[in-house]
T-cell receptor
Framework: AQSVTQLDSQVPVFEEAPVELRCNYSSSVSVYLFWYVQYPNQGLQLLLKYLSGSTLVESINGFEAEFNKSQTSFHLRKPSVHISDTAEYFCAVRRMDSSYKLIFGSGTRLLVRP | NAGVTQTPKFRVLKTGQSMTLLCAQDMNHEYMYWYRQDPGMGLRLIHYSVGEGTTAKGEVPDGYNVSRLKKQNFLLGLESAAPSQTSVYFC?????????????FGPGTRLTVT
């Protein structure tokens, strides 16, 4: 079975500071990895994903995540956050074999303060 | 395109009452999913469908039923609501296999069972 751990339930940070949201996973088989963002009172939106190839993936709004197979991690980073980045961020995994299920972590609330 | 829509947005039920949540998508997606979101637990898959007329159980199917009579609609039913079903329910759809193809989420339905 797969599991996803997001150790930080909330991360407060000042505007323009860097941030890292941590995600570790456990799986007996290879997985695909995802970060989703949920803005207040909205559904989830895909932020970025790792399927194969380069272990560093980037989103259009400045976030990046690096797949580290040896540490089974997929941490999300941004060098300079904005107030508008305030949201809940979910890490998720999916088995590479035939499974329709995304397994989500419990989420990290990013709170950007002016 | 409206994307994924959910009806209703909010609902309060008494224990033992029944209701149906409606999800509709206008993207001609084959795959549709129902999740529930509870504080500190991320999203958990209730049921999913890989095409019109087909449904399958997810992680937490007990107490729920689903139907996919039309490709664009996916209904989630609660036959006898319980307080443990108080949650936010999200519907999602994807063109193909979850993970490889992006899941698009609806805005959610907040259900309270008293």
């Amino acid at each position: 079975a797969q599991s996803v751990t997001q150790l930080d339930s909330q991360v407060p940070v000042f505007e323009e500071a860097p941030v890292e949201l941590r995600c570790n996973y456990s799986s007996s088989v290879s997985v695909y990895l995802f970060w989703y963002v949920q803005y207040p009172n909205q559904g989830l939106q895909l932020l970025l994903k790792y399927l194969s190839g380069s272990t560093l993936v980037e989103s259009i709004n400045g976030f990046e995540a690096e797949f580290n197979k040896s540490q089974t991690s997929f941490h999300l980073r941004k060098p300079s956050v904005h107030i508008s980045d305030t949201a809940e961020y979910f890490c998720a995994v999916r088995r590479m074999d035939s499974s329709y299920k995304l397994i989500f972590g419990s989420g990290t609330r990013l709170l950007v303060r002016p | 395109n409206a994307g994924v829509t959910q009806t209703p947005k909010f609902r309060v039920l008494k224990t033992g009452q029944s209701m149906t949540l409606l999800c509709a998508q206008d993207m001609n997606h084959e795959y549709m999913y129902w999740y529930r979101q509870d504080p500190g637990m991320g999203l958990r898959l209730i049921h999913y469908s890989v095409g019109e007329g087909t449904t399958a159980k997810g992680e937490v199917p007990d107490g729920y039923n689903v139907s996919r009579l039309k490709k664009q609609n996916f209904l989630l039913g609660l036959e006898s609501a319980a307080p443990s079903q108080t949650s936010v329910y999200f519907c999602a759809s994807s063109y193909g296999l979850a993970g490889v193809y992006e899941q698009y989420f609806g805005p959610g339905t907040r259900l309270t069972v008293t």
